[in-house]
C-alpha cells in the first residue's frame, strides 16, 4: 500500500505558524483523497482537514476553519497542511490518511492509509 510520512511539527507558541508535510511514496497517489486527522492526549483521533484527488475540494472542521488550510501537489507526491494562528488547544499529534474511495469525508472509515504521525505543540 501506500507510505504515508508526515513533517514538520515542532513546539510554537500561541498565534504562530507551522506547516505540515505528508511525503507519499506509491502509484495511486493522484488517484485518491487524502486527509489530516489529530489526536490530542487522551482524546479520540479527530478529523482536521481533507482534499480530493485532484484538489479541486476541501472540507476543513468548524475548530479549524478560517486558520488552516489544506493543499496538494501532485507531482511532488505530498500534501500540506499550513496551521495559522495556532491555539494551545491544537496541540496533539497530527497523522496524515490517504482516502479509501472516492469520499473526502469526515469518517476515519473513508481513509485506508495512515502515517505515523507528527508532533504540534503550542504553548500558552
Known amino acids: 500500500q501506500v507510505q504515508l510520512v508526515e513533517s514538520g511539527g515542532g513546539l510554537v507558541q500561541a498565534g504562530g505558524s507551522l506547516r505540515l508535510s505528508c511525503a507519499a511514496s506509491g502509484r495511486t497517489f493522484s488517484n485518491v483523497a487524502m486527509a489530516w486527522f489529530r489526536q490530542a492526549s487522551g482524546k479520540e483521533r479527530e478529523f482536521v482537514a481533507s482534499?480530493?484527488?485532484?484538489?479541486?475540494?476541501?472540507i476543513y472542521a468548524d475548530s479549524v476553519k478560517g486558520r488552516f488550510t489544506i493543499s496538494r501537489d501532485n507531482s511532488k507526491n505530498t500534501v500540506y497542511l499550513q496551521m495559522n494562528s495556532l491555539k494551545p488547544e491544537d496541540t496533539a499529534v497530527y497523522y496524515c490518511?490517504?482516502?479509501?474511495?472516492?469520499?473526502?469525508?469526515?469518517?476515519?472509515?473513508?481513509?485506508?492509509?495512515w502515517g505515523q504521525g507528527t508532533q504540534v505543540t503550542v504553548s500558552s
Open positions: 490518511a490517504s482516502g479509501s474511495s472516492r469520499s473526502i469525508g469526515r469518517a476515519k472509515s473513508n481513509y485506508s492509509n
Open positions: 482534499i480530493s484527488a485532484g484538489g479541486g475540494s476541501t
